[in-house]
């Protein structure tokens, strides 16, 4: 008696773990228990009937690696059954997810409003390689819904933004935003890197799509680069995936192996760096040397019932002012002997960044001073060490 025991794990009564642990991939042939690496370019064909039928899409199936891969395409269907999204397409690196979203979706003199404590490679890519080819782009307050709706014009087509910000951990209320993107018909899109699908699904809060650096907290290990664009079949399965087919920054098999494997322990890490987090928040709050702590689990976090209400837990970053400026930030960064110096976020290991002299060290005082980077601010990227060892790590430099 042979017994069917094939499930589908996209249903979405599964958990996310046991869908990160599941979903997207069934044993082959050869009984395999995990998914095998598919280091092919290309795939071959019985006769030439079958060569024609799946050039012309009559018959699905594998054509060349640019296109599918099953490797890749397990990732993909993994992922998007944790977002809850139809449709995801694996690529090169977070920034090709953005590039790749952006040059599908818009086209020229239409206009995006986001927010202006992007990601630094974004606020590039926006300023230095869209808006050459006619792409508008207005930046404002993410907490701030009227300067959202103020910065919609009629040519706007997308609302692009991450939530919470780096380093300073505001949020955007992505329902509100998903309400004004509807009124004027445009894209909400969601950078999902900070939170993943299991601290936030904004598919669900009414977001189209949902963009990944899955450098960061889906590997979490930082072995390799790599991204993702999820949404519905349309928006990302036919128009997002076209350009990735077409003009090709996609996923090598190995990486989405990673990226695969990665999964299995996502939820389980994402609550070791939100519970570590918070323990070394409150911490914080108690140090003397401390000026002000940045996390939305402190209950005076000015979005602290947003967060609540919006995330399934308040993340791995912690950023906190200590008293004494640029000297005494740059004290505690070189007291530390385990915390890695590093503008990396999102691994096992615990990252220290002093943002005004790193990752927000080329734009200006004023324009620093303006987003609340101050030279007296670190950030922590909380691993999964043991949470006194980093307490014990960053009080050296805070005594
Ligand atoms: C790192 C990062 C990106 C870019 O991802 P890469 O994989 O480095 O290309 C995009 N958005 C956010 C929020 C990031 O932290």
Known sequence: MTEDRTVTYEDPHWGTATQGIRAGWQPGEEREHTCPIYA????VFKNAAEAA?????EEQGNLYSRFTNPTVQAFERRLAAMEGGEACVATASGMAAILATCLSLLKCGDHIVTSRTLFGSTI???????????????????????AWRSGCTDTTRMIFVETPSNPLTELADITALAAIAAEIDAFLVVDNCFCTPVLQKP??????????????????????????????????????????RTAGPCMSPFNAWVLLKALETLELRMKAHCSSAQKLAEWLVQQPAVEHVYYPGLPDHPQHALATDQQNGF?????????????????????????????NLGDARTTITHPATTTHG????????????GDGLLRVSVGLENIEDIIADLARGLE
């Open 40 to 43: 092919t370019s290309s795939f």
């Open 53 to 57: 039928a799946r050039f012309s899409g």
């Open 203 to 244: 598919l669900a809060l009414g977001a189209h799509v949902v963009i990944h650096s899955a450098t960061k907290y889906l590997d979490g290990q930082g072995r390799c680069i790599g991204g993702a664009v999820i949404g519905d079949a349309d928006t990302v399965g036919e128009k997002v995936f076209g350009f990735i």
């Open 124 to 146: 590039s890519l926006f300023d230095n390689y869209l808006k050459p080819l006619g792409i508008e782009v207005t930046y404002v307050d993410p907490t701030d819904l009227d």
């Open 362 to 373: 080329r734009i200006s005082a004023e324009a620093r001073q303006l987003a609340g980077i």
């Open 315 to 343: 993340g791995g970053i912690v950023s906190f002012d200590v008293k004494g400026g640029r000297a005494a930030a740059w004290k505690v960064v070189d007291a530390t002997q385990m915390l890695s110096i590093t503008a």
